[in-house]
């Protein structure tokens, strides 16, 4: 060996290359290598399309899970809407006289007219009526009547009877002529004629 070969070590890395291909070249060796490279691709199939494979699937589930929640919820929501429309489906032949009893409209001309055709019908006079600045949801009336207390009793009794949702606030009866004899009352009403406005 001379000294350029000793300095480049040459000769030694022509030595431990022959060496090692000779190791290589052995069959136990390339079965051990192809072993080796088999796992380590192996792993690197796992590490790189099993595991986000594996990761995409549990996503997947618990979509399905969160689906599966929300269409029972829908279910139930499907279900309480079909009772709604059973039950609308049975009160709305009385939804007309709903909006007569809370009309949407105050509807002044039609409760004077109810007002006077049932003081008539009991053979009442109406000394004085009038109607007070209205209110979101009622009109407020005071109301003046004269008769037997017999008839303003049944007055009362049919405003409830009425097609119109009346209520009574105040009533004062009063006579002015106690010791006459006379049957004749008065009656101070003060009344809340209700009405629904539309949104």
Do not use: C
């Not at 796992?39 to 589930?61: D, E, M, R």
């Not at 689906?67 to 007309?96: C, H, M, R, W």
């Amino acid at each position: 060996m001379n000294l350029s070969e000793k300095l480049t070590g040459r000769t030694s890395y022509h030595q431990y290359y022959g060496r090692l291909k000779m190791l290589l070249d052995r069959p136990a060796t390339k079965v051990s290598s192809l072993a080796t490279l088999t796992i380590f691709t192996v792993i690197g199939f796992i590490s790189f399309a099993i595991l986000p494979t594996f990761k995409t699937i549990a996503s997947l589930k618990r979509e399905i899970e969160d689906a599966k929640t929300v269409e029972a919820k829908l279910q139930q929501k499907i279900y309480s809407l079909n009772q709604a429309e059973t039950l609308f489906g049975q009160v709305s032949p009385n939804l007309d006289s709903l909006n007569q009893v809370l009309p949407a409209e105050p509807g002044l001309e039609r409760l004077a007219w109810q007002l006077h055709w049932l003081a008539s019908s009991r053979q009442l006079t109406i000394a004085s009526g009038s109607f007070s600045e209205f209110e979101p949801d009622f009109i407020p009336v005071s109301l003046t009547l004269t008769g037997s207390y017999p008839d303003l009793k049944a007055f009362i009794g049919d405003l409830n009877r009425l097609d119109r949702l009346i209520g009574v606030d105040e009533l004062v009866i009063s006579s002015k002529s106690v010791r006459s004899g006379s049957n004749t009352l008065t009656a101070n009403l003060k009344l809340k004629a209700f009405y629904l406005p539309t949104l």
